[in-house]
């Protein structure tokens, strides 16, 4: 991806194949590329995802796991969304 700023949007350059897993209770998504992110490099996620139900707050948390016999997450970091009742 090309990392965007304050004067560009982040874009994508190219599509990574990947695994997209939800878990049974819905409190995770994980997503595992096809191939290793090459050291270095930055890759985006796009989702579409439909509002919850419940107004409140939700935290998102990314983890990375470096591929190898002694697989080793690292924390990418976090963001807060707020989702406010309708006002009708």
Do not use: H
Request: hydrophobic share 40%; aromatic share 10%.
């Amino acid at each position: 991806m090309k990392e965007g700023g304050m004067l560009s949007r982040t874009r994508c350059e190219k599509r990574i194949p990947a695994t997209v897993e939800v878990t049974k209770d819905g409190s995770a998504i994980e997503i595992f590329p096809d191939t290793p992110v090459p050291v270095g490099k930055t890759i985006g996620v796009y989702m579409t995802l439909f509002n919850p139900f419940n107004a409140g707050m939700y935290q998102f948390n990314a983890l990375a796991q470096a591929p190898g016999d002694v697989p080793i997450s690292g924390y990418l970091g976090s963001w807060l969304i707020q989702i406010d009742p309708p006002s009708n």
